[in-house]
């Protein structure tokens, strides 16, 4: 068979976390409007369907990476989240190299199109979010990416919003891939443990609802899960209990809301999802801790895990 791994790069909120979840057909990574969303990288799992054009008998399978946005960092957490993008580029067979149709090509794109020139790893430029630009910024961008971003192998308009144009994307990768074993045995669509998407969803419903400098300084772990198997007339429950810590005194209050609406609201938005991605009932537990300056101290950030 063929298969491989691809990353998706670019700067923040250019879409490759909803791209991700278009291509694999289900939420693995969360999402927002606030820049510096995604953390870590976060692997789908694309199996190419039986007959698809261009796919051999035995099938494809694309590992695809998404990664933290590259961006000119101004905390140690920030470096730390950049090289977590940066050392996937020569580490994969296909890069696609996310732009934003509705914001101009700028320095950020020229700086990782110079990082991409370094490596040489196959690169296929996706122009994402045309359910918001006009035919002429279509163009534009194209033009603008093929003559100032570098040579690509591929260059693909899509929308990650609606999936119109990720089949080409799709064919475009599937047709660069290595002959290569089946990296996930089928059904499996990520690698994440559920108590790490556990603590995004809900820190994705925090993003959400918080505002200004807040996003960067929250960060959500879940330190405990019990799976209770069901009993009697009681369903199986999955129990788990989350930290979410904040970097200030004045932000915790944020956090915590009126009479602890904010959290509330959030605890009840995230636990909602995982029930339904993971088809059990889910108990959802909520603490919050100040971690005064997390984003900054290197002993904070290794014992958080980045
Ligand atoms: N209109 C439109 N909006 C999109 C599209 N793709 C993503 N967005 C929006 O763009 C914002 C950023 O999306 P994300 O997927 O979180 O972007 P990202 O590149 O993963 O961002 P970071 O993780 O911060 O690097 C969100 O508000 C998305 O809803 C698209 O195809 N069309
Ligand atoms: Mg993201």
């Not at 008998?57 to 933290?68: K, M, R, W």
């Not at 090289?83 to 794109?109: K, N, Y």
């Not at 040489?120 to 194209?142: C, M």
């Not at 059990?280 to 958080?304: F, G, I, M, S």
Request: glycine content about 10%; proline content about 6%.
């Amino acid at each position: 068979m063929k298969s491989g791994i691809a990353t998706l790069v670019g700067r923040p909120n250019v879409g490759k976390s909803t791209l991700l979840n278009q291509l694999v057909g289900t939420k693995v990574s969360i999402v927002s409007d606030r820049p510096q969303t995604t953390r870590n990288q976060v692997r789908g799992v694309w199996n190419a369907p039986p007959g698809a054009r261009g796919v051999p008998e035995d099938g494809a399978q694309v590992v695809f990476i998404d990664t933290p946005g590259i961006h000119k960092p101004k905390t140690e957490l920030g470096r730390r989240l950049n090289q977590r993008s940066i050392e996937t580029l020569d580490a994969v067979d296909v890069v696609c190299f996310l732009i934003d149709a509705t914001a101009d090509i700028g320095a950020g794109d020229r700086y990782i199109a110079g990082l991409l020139a370094d490596v040489g790893t196959p690169a296929v430029l996706v122009l994402n979010k045309t359910d918001a630009a006009g035919p002429n910024d279509i163009l534009e961008h194209l033009a603008g990416a093929a003559g100032t971003l570098g040579d690509f192998a591929a260059y693909v308009p899509l929308s990650a919003r609606t999936g119109e144009g990720s089949e080409a994307l799709l064919g475009e990768i599937t047709g660069r891939l290595p002959d290569g074993p089946l990296y996930y045995p089928d059904g499996v669509v990520t690698d994440q443990p559920d108590t790490f998407l556990a603590a995004e969803l809900l820190r994705e419903k925090l993003l959400a609802m918080a505002r200004e400098e807040l996003p960067h300084s929250l960060a959500v772990t879940v330190e405990e899960i019990e799976d209770r198997p069901a009993v009697g007339d009681k369903d199986a429950l999955l129990v788990l209990r989350a930290v979410v810590r904040v970097e200030r005194d004045s932000q915790k209050g944020i956090v915590i809301g009126k009479g602890g609406a904010v959290i509330k609201e959030a605890g009840t938005a995230a636990r909602l999802e995982l029930e339904a991605l993971l088809g059990t009932r889910v108990h959802l537990e909520t603490h919050v801790k100040v971690e005064k300056d997390w984003q900054r101290r290197p002993d904070a950030l290794d014992r958080l895990g980045f």
